[in-house]
């Protein structure tokens, strides 16, 4: 890279420190990895300690302060990436190439390893290859993909349907199944605050003695109010007391209201913002400009999950349309006090960044390590600035509201859970895809639509969720019920539901940043006893541990991920105990490590047969 490249790339990015992550995104994406050489001229020209820098990069799994392979291939490992033979496919893919799994070839053409979920679970298995998705992986595809690397193809000459990715929209409705007009929310609402003033749809008394200019946004956050919606992220908080803090919350000198999108939908089974952002970005972006427009923001951010960077063309040329139609910049459609731009942040394949305090860390060029809370973003986010962060399908349903109003929205679902739902469906089913209900369908309902038979359980809202038996299937997806982000992966009655949990188990072990103590310990001894079970070395006093660890990580861990980390064990081992009981093979402890067993292939290579030698024993003498 030249220096001049290098000058472009700090160009773009206001040479702001703040920006760091997306300098190095776009440093790596030129020269494949992150050099010490580039690590130097960043220090001096952003005036950051190298230590800043190094360790901001070395948290992102998909920025590489290693040289990677030319190709860097990454399969996707999600639970049902394994139900469609993912594993035997990369064994495939290593072979062919002559590579082992997770590291470099010699020559550095080709690297393998695994990735948690790359949000194809509806067309999986998938991979990734230097950040691109390839679908619908299959024998045949691995065979052809390995002929190409070794004749190192670029990857614009390689097959463009193997990067097609689908939406697989199922079932529309309110919201998938509009035919969104760019700007016609905005519209809709002006039209509204101009023709009925204080009388709009849900008039309130206190509108009446409101400045000119304020009526309209609170018009804005009246609708969303009286609609009843809450977040689609899974935790369901009223959107509108969100909204209301951040309007409410006292702006220093200089300082910014922000809003964020949180399109950082990493939960393995959830791709629902994938299809939003794909064909319904501008309801998205017009819902981010309402939203803004309501708490008196100018400045927006979408925070793009990095396994969806080959989006972000396609997001900037939408933004770029808007920004020429006058629905982003200044004086927004001729609306006074409505100015408010949105910049795209990629992300780099870090989990823990969907919560909304690492994510605005992430944002804000640093590691995505949760905050301590209070105080909470509404007040102190962005560079300490009030911020919103909302979902995706929340940014979405604002546009809805606004263009048919509150009272039309609250009316579809159900008394605490207004409006629809999309839901991510994958695994054993006929078709998998995107399916959206009113709240209220149950569980039995969803898997009706998507020609599940023999189903032994769902797991609804992803690893973190719940793990939903035949007997519950009549529950409810709806706040009051089953709260969900997204996700409805479906087991039948061939799958074993303890290496399901096992799966989860591994995933949150992987993805823990490491900040606290017992999540970091915690889910790592939890993946341990798993795979002690596993492994045929299971005893009553497992369960005991897992109930233990459990408690210390409700307790005591700092964020979400700490607390719901045992939750798929702990619902497997109540709903599908003997799946756990054929695994108590011994009555007794049995310690994890086998010594005799790590020692045989040693034996094995020396010649030796002197089995149990290091206890001393006639076999063998241990000194
Ligand atoms: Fe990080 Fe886990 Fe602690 Fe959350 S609970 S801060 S993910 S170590």
Request: glycine share 8%.
């Amino acid at each position: 890279m030249s220096s001049a490249s290098l000058e472009n790339i700090l160009r773009k990015y206001d040479g702001s420190p703040h920006n760091l992550l997306q300098i190095l995104r776009e440093v790596q994406e030129a020269e494949g990895w992150i050099s010490p050489e580039r690590v130097a001229e960043l220090e001096q020209a952003l005036a950051m300690p190298r230590s800043k820098i190094v360790g901001a990069a070395s948290f992102y799994s998909f920025l590489h302060l290693e040289p990677v392979g030319h190709y860097r291939i990454l399969f996707s490992d999600n639970i049902t990436d394994r139900m469609l033979g993912n594993q035997a496919l990369m064994e495939q893919l290593c072979n062919l190439l002559w590579v082992e799994p997770g590291k470099v070839s010699e020559d550095g053409l080709v690297s393998v390893t695994t990735t948690s979920c790359t949000g194809m679970c509806d067309q999986g298995p998938a991979l990734l290859v230097n950040g691109r998705a390839i679908t619908r992986v299959d024998a045949a595809r691995i065979e052809a993909l390995a002929e190409r690397v070794r004749n190192q193809v670029p990857l614009a000459e390689w097959p463009a349907e193997w990067f097609q990715v689908d939406d697989n929209v199922r079932r529309r409705d309110i919201l998938l199944d509009s035919q969104f007009e760019p700007g016609s929310a905005l519209r809709a609402l002006h039209a509204r605050v101009e023709t009925q003033g204080v009388q709009a749809s849900n008039p309130r008394s206190w509108r009446e003695g409101l400045p000119r200019g304020l009526v309209g946004p609170a018009t804005m956050l009246d609708e969303v109010k009286h609609a009843n919606l809450r977040g689609r992220g899974g935790a369901g908080f009223t959107t509108a007391l969100k909204w209301e803090a951040c309007r409410n919350a006292p702006l220093a000198p200089g300082q910014d209201r922000i809003v964020v999108c949180n399109a950082d939908e990493g939960e393995p089974g959830t791709f629902k913002d994938r299809v939003l952002l794909t064909s319904h970005a501008d309801m998205v972006f017009e819902g981010m400009t309402l939203a803004a427009y309501a708490v008196g923001a100018r400045r927006g951010f979408l925070y793009l999950r990095g396994e969806y960077r080959y989006l972000l063309e396609h997001l900037e040329g939408v933004l770029a349309r808007r920004r020429r139609d006058h629905l982003l910049g200044h004086n927004i459609l001729g609306i006074p006090g409505a100015d408010f731009d949105i910049r795209i942040h990629v992300g780099f394949g870090a989990y823990v960044c969907g919560e909304e305090s690492a994510l605005i860390e992430s944002l804000e060029g640093k590691r995505g390590t949760p905050r301590n809370r209070p105080p909470f973003p509404v007040t102190n986010g962005y560079l300490d600035q009030p911020t919103i962060v909302n979902n995706v399908e929340t940014f979405a349903a604002t546009s809805l509201i606004a263009l048919h109003g509150g009272e039309w929205y609250r009316n579809i679902g159900t008394a605490q859970s207004a409006g629809s739902k999309i839901l991510s469906v994958s695994g054993d089913c006929e078709r998998p895809g995107i399916y959206e209900f009113p709240f209220g369908v149950t569980v039995a309902e969803v898997l009706e639509a998507c020609g599940a038979r023999d189903t032994q359980a769902v797991q609804v809202s992803g690893p973190s969720g719940f793990t939903i038996a035949a007997h519950e299937f009549e529950r409810k997806i709806c706040f009051e019920d089953i709260p969900t982000a997204g996700a409805f992966m479906v087991f039948d009655k061939r799958r074993d539901m303890f290496e399901v949990a096992r799966n989860f188990v591994h995933f949150f072990a992987h993805e823990s940043c490491g900040f606290c103590t017992p999540c970091r310990v915690g889910t790592s001894l939890l993946r341990n006893l798993m795979d002690k079970l596993h492994n045929g070395q299971g005893s009553p006093y497992d369960f005991q541990e897992i109930e233990r660890l459990n408690h210390i990580l409700q307790a005591m861990s700092h964020c979400g991920l700490g607390h719901s980390a045992c939750n798929p064990v702990l619902d497997t081992i109540e709903k599908f105990r003997p799946a756990y009981e054929a695994r108590m093979v011994h009555r007794d402890f049995t310690p994890a490590f086998d010594l005799d067993r790590a020692l045989s292939q040693a034996r094995q290579m020396t010649g030796r047969d002197d089995e149990m030698a290091h206890f001393g024993t006639e076999h063998g003498d241990a000194r």
